[in-house]
């Protein structure tokens, strides 16, 4: 992301509304929509309180909302509540998230539709014999 070409809303600003665009820092608070083509970069000490769709996110700060990304990085410090669905998902130690989470590829319908996944059978129930025992006493017990 090249800093000259990305909205910024610095630290001292509290914006309310709808941000549309390519890319995107808030350090600062926000509160409305975010639709980015490109990545959004919640910085640390920031509030972000939104539905945010866009490429790639990077959380430092807090966020309330829904998240959809492609990829989404919650960094050391990033709080954030709500609904997420991305791609990739990468949680920093210290990160919080709570909410509804879904990551990664959906199942392809191939292998939904039958076929390929298979139940794993349970395993056999542990013998209270031990192996070659009973060798033992047959062969003792039959003469």
């Known amino acids: 992301m090249a800093d000259d070409k990305a909205t910024i809303i610095d630290a001292q600003a509290d914006f309310e509304g709808k941000l549309k665009g390519r890319d ?40 309330k909302g829904d998240v959809r990304a492609r990829s989404l990085v919650l960094g050391e410090k990033a709080r954030v509540q709500g609904t997420v ?30 076929g390929e996944v298979r139940p794993i059978p349970a395993p056999a129930p542990a013998s209270a014999e031990k192996p070659g025992e009973k060798a033992e006493k047959g062969d003792k017990g039959g003469v």
């Open 24 to 63: 995107a820092v808030v350090l600062g608070r926000f509160k409305g929509e975010v639709g980015l083509s490109g990545r959004l970069v919640i910085g640390e000490g920031s509030r972000v309180e939104a539905t945010v769709v866009a490429d790639a996110v990077e959380v430092s700060g807090e966020l």
């Open 85 to 114: 669905d991305a791609r990739v998902l990468i949680v920093r130690e210290g990160a919080w998230l709570n909410g509804s989470v879904s990551a990664g590829e959906p199942p392809s319908k191939h292998a939904a539709a039958g």
